[in-house]
């Protein structure tokens, strides 16, 4: 399947695997890439840049295919060393770069001079038009049922996808709800380029994650996220569990005088324990009400191979049938 995903970044299927904490590792972006898509390692995972760079090489040795690096740019004081990720990004001689968080435009002349194509992650038609008005590639829309940071608006993607593509002028990925063949041609109906995917990618065999975290998904339905951090605009839709249940109590209790600091045991370095030990109740993270969709453990070429089929049979023979009558 060709798209403008697929022309810009090097890619056979337009799937793209988001950016994850303590998931997008060596492991599972090679897996992604040697499947076809374009697969993504979470540069803030790896706490220094030195790492970062060892991360890159090491997924060289799995992949020969183009895979890319997430960096998130945070809202912090102390801010990570930015400079050192980017400049461990251009020397591994990684060519596509998702970018989170803030916006990037004063990292955008380095990475272009070293030919990179930025995707930047975008919860609205506003920021996706600021990300391509400041030079970015391709944009990333992520609807408010996606796991993670779905920002202030509220809008799914039905609406917002259209919008999008009414909008925008460079290619854009649908994020958000995207689990299966199903989600890829809608999203391509709705005017995406290819299709984002975070959720899904964790319930693989190679993602690096405890079985724990994988099974919890597996048996969430799309009732089971609860979205935290409301009160302070930084919402987030996490799986529910016993430490969602004490956030949300503390929300209620502190209302406006709610403060980060009062959410710590709940959010802050709980990722370790969750992904790599399995300690399902040690905080909240991150999960896409996509969890109903998701049935099973496959292999990662597995999946990719499943969704393109499904994919091609649903444009052939249903709706190429419905076209004909």
């Known amino acids: 399947m060709k798209t403008r995903i697929t022309e810009l970044f090097g890619i ?8 994850m904490h303590f998931v997008g590792l ?92 930025v995707i ?37 993607n039905f609406i917002l996808l259209p919008r999008a593509a009414e909008s925008l002028k460079i290619p854009f990925v649908a994020s958000g709800g995207m689990a299966d063949g199903r989600s890829l041609v809608a999203a391509l109906s709705l005017g995406a380029d290819g299709m984002n995917m975070g959720t899904r990618f964790i319930a693989t065999k190679e993602a690096p994650v405890h079985e724990n975290v994988k099974q919890a998904i597996v048996a969430a339905s799309e009732l089971d996220t609860r979205l935290v951090m409301r009160p302070l605009r930084n919402t987030e839709r996490v799986l529910h569990n016993a430490a969602v249940d004490r956030l949300l109590v503390k929300e209620r209790t502190l209302g406006a005088n709610l403060k980060f600091d009062d959410i710590m045991e709940e959010v802050a370095g709980v990722y370790p ?53």
């Open 26 to 117: 060596a492991e599972l972006a090679a897996a992604v890439s040697n499947a076809g898509g374009l697969g993504l390692i979470t540069g803030l995972t790896l706490r220094t840049p030195e790492l970062l760079a060892k991360e890159i090489a090491r997924c060289r040795t799995m992949t020969d295919k183009p895979f890319g690096v997430n960096l998130t740019f945070l809202p912090t004081v102390s801010s990570p060393d930015y400079p050192g990720y980017i400049r461990a990004i251009i020397d591994g001689g990684v060519k596509a770069v998702e970018t989170a968080g803030n916006n990037p435009q004063k990292w955008m002349p380095m990475l272009h001079e070293a030919g990179i194509k």
């Open 12 to 19: 056979q299927h337009p799937i793209i695997q988001g950016g």
């Open 273 to 325: 324990r969750i992904m790599q030990q399995g300690d399902m109740e040690a905080g909240v993270w991150s999960c896409g009400m996509v969890a109903g969709l998701i049935h099973d453990v496959p292999s990662v070429k597995e999946l990719i191979d499943r969704i393109m089929a499904q994919a091609d049979d649903i444009i052939r023979q249903r709706l190429a049938g419905m076209a004909g009558a």
């Open 120 to 156: 930047h992650k975008c919860t609205s038609v506003r920021h996706a038009l600021k990300a391509e008005a400041i030079g970015c590639d391709a944009v990333s829309v992520d609807g408010f049922e996606c796991g993670g940071h779905p920002g202030e608006d509220d809008v799914p």
